[in-house]
Nanobody, 123 residues
Framework: QVQLVEFGGGLVQAGGSLRLSCAASGRTFSTLSMGWFRQAPGKERESVAAISWSGGSTYYADSVKGRFTISNDNAKNTVYLQMNSLKPEDTAVYYC????????????????WGQGTQVTVSS
């Protein structure tokens, strides 16, 4: 079993930055691939970014490429999402998720989910 807890959400003005963190426990973190997903009111959950367990492979949704960066720190069992140049359309609840094996941008492939953290970008 894996427990995930997200930190770092909040309210920011358009053009600003936030860094989300997701702390994992319960399983050797270095064997998990991690992903960030988001869900805005009235919309389906969408993928944002994913990273392989080694950190050697990263993937991004087109909507966040060049603005968001996913990274991990296996020593701290933590994955990060650095979000720059935020836009109002980035407003959503952000979830981190974990899976065994290779990274994926498909949320159905993830077994473990955090509770989510709200990110609100004002115009």
């Amino acid at each position: 079993q894996v427990q995930l807890v997200e930190f770092g959400g909040g309210l920011v003005q358009a053009g600003g930055s936030l860094r989300l963190s997701c702390a994992a426990s319960g399983r050797t973190f270095s064997t998990l691939s991690m992903g960030w997903f988001r869900q805005a009111p009235g919309k389906e959950r969408e993928s944002v970014a994913a990273i392989s367990w080694s950190g050697g492979s990263t993937y991004y949704a087109d909507s966040v490429k060049g603005r968001f960066t996913i990274s991990n720190d296996n020593a701290k069992n933590t994955v990060y999402l650095q979000m720059n140049s935020l836009k109002p359309e980035d407003t959503a609840v952000y979830y981190c998720a974990a899976k065994i094996g290779g990274a994926s941008m498909n949320p159905v492939n993830y077994n473990y989910w955090g509770q989510g953290t709200q990110v609100t970008v004002s115009s």
